[in-house]
């Protein structure tokens, strides 16, 4: 079992950053690759970031690339997402989640999920 905790959610003007952690418990975390999904009021949830085991490797969506980067510390079991010149429409629920591969956070075949941080960006 992996027990993953979200935080760093909150308020935020737009133009604005923010990070968000995830911070993860249990089995062993840098066997893990990581992915962050957000889930906006009357939408699906969507992939926004993945980073892969060792951190080498990383994907981002159209809609965050230049604006968001994930980035992972196996020694501290954290994954993070610096967000960036927000906008109004990345107001969302983030969670983060784990799977064995990176291939399988781009395809949403995750293995465990975050109960999430809310991120509001005001205009």
């Known amino acids: 079992q992996v027990q993953l905790v979200e935080s760093g959610g909150g308020l935020v003007q737009s133009g604005g950053s923010l990070r968000v952690s995830c911070a993860a418990s249990?089995?062993?975390?840098?066997?893990?690759?990581m992915g962050w999904f957000r889930q906006a009021p009357g939408k699906e949830r969507e992939l926004v970031a993945g980073?892969?085991?060792?951190?080498?490797?990383?994907y981002y969506a159209d809609s965050v690339k230049g604006r968001f980067t994930i980035s992972r510390d196996n020694a501290k079991n954290t994954v993070y997402l610096q967000m960036n010149s927000l906008k109004p429409e990345d107001t969302a629920v983030y969670y983060c989640?784990?799977?064995?591969?990176?291939?399988?956070?781009?395809?949403?075949?995750?293995?465990?999920w975050g109960k999430g941080t809310l991120v509001t960006v005001s205009s």
């Open positions: 989640a784990a799977a064995p591969y990176l291939t399988a956070v781009m395809s949403g075949g995750m293995d465990y």
């Open positions: 249990g089995r062993t975390f840098s066997s893990y690759a």
């Open positions: 980073i892969s085991r060792s951190g080498g490797s990383t």
